[in-house]
């Protein structure tokens, strides 16, 4: 499995308060990507990031906000947690090789409550 | 962008094959078919993936038909631990900054595997 790490991995949270997730990677990838996951949706790209400093917006990026610091650490910040934004986020990473049949592998999830 | 349809639910015996099917009849010439499982709560785990040719690695054998409009998975001796939900999905490039892209997942098929 790829090394990706999420944290934390289970979190209840007040509405209003500010959440922040963390991805780690140790594979040295250049791409990583944030999603959720709801019943009836399936999995939603919320923002990506195409290398240090550099992210773009998903599908759903509303109320959201990342940040890529270092090629291993990619946050996802909701700012105001709102009930909507409970969900399974999973962070994925690829390494964006040039290639068109980059892979994406993916984390093992952090589920968030918001109250 | 291409769309996927798959069956819901699948059934299969311990030790016996499992084909899982998947039609993606408005695929493009340069759109790769993706294979990916969810078992239950956890991250999706990337399984196989072609463009035109059949392919085969330790975990599943991908079947393309001539005309790409469809494609099979198959896992040649299922176990209980292949009791998943199995998406198919066709890559397209999306975004900006090179050879990153957005995985579209359905609904996938939940395959069952009795003993």
């Known amino acids: 499995d790829a090394g990706i790490t999420q944290s934390p991995r289970h979190k209840v949270t007040e509405t209003g308060t500010p959440v922040t997730l963390r991805c780690h990677q140790t594979e040295n990838h250049r791409y990583m990507y944030w999603y959720r996951q709801d019943p009836g949706h399936g999995l939603r790209l919320i923002h990506y990031s195409y290398g240090v400093k550099d992210t773009d917006k998903g599908e759903v990026s509303d109320g959201y906000s990342v940040s890529r610091s270092k090629t291993e650490d990619f946050l996802l910040t909701l700012e105001s947690a709102t009930s909507s934004q409970t969900s399974v986020y999973f962070c994925?990473?690829?390494?964006?090789?040039?290639?068109?049949?980059?892979?994406?592998?993916f984390g093992p999830g952090t589920r968030l409550t918001v109250l | 962008d291409a769309k996927t349809t798959q069956p819901t639910s699948m059934d299969c015996a311990e030790g016996r094959a499992a084909n899982l099917p998947c039609n993606h009849s408005?695929?493009?010439?340069?759109?790769?078919v993706y294979w990916y499982r969810q078992i239950h709560s956890q991250g999706p785990q990337y399984i196989i993936h072609?463009?035109?040719?059949?392919e085969t690695n330790e975990m599943a054998s991908l079947i393309i038909t001539e005309d790409r409009k469809s494609s099979t998975l198959i896992l040649p001796h299922a176990t209980l631990r292949d009791t998943a939900v199995y998406y198919c999905i066709v890559r397209f490039p999306w975004g900006s900054g090179g050879s990153n892209y957005k995985l579209t997942f359905g609904k996938g098929t939940l395959l069952t595997v009795n003993p």
């Open positions: 408005t695929i493009s010439g340069n759109e790769y």
């Open positions: 072609g463009l035109k040719n059949n």
């Open positions: 994925a990473i690829s390494g964006g090789s040039g290639g068109v049949s980059d892979t994406q592998y």
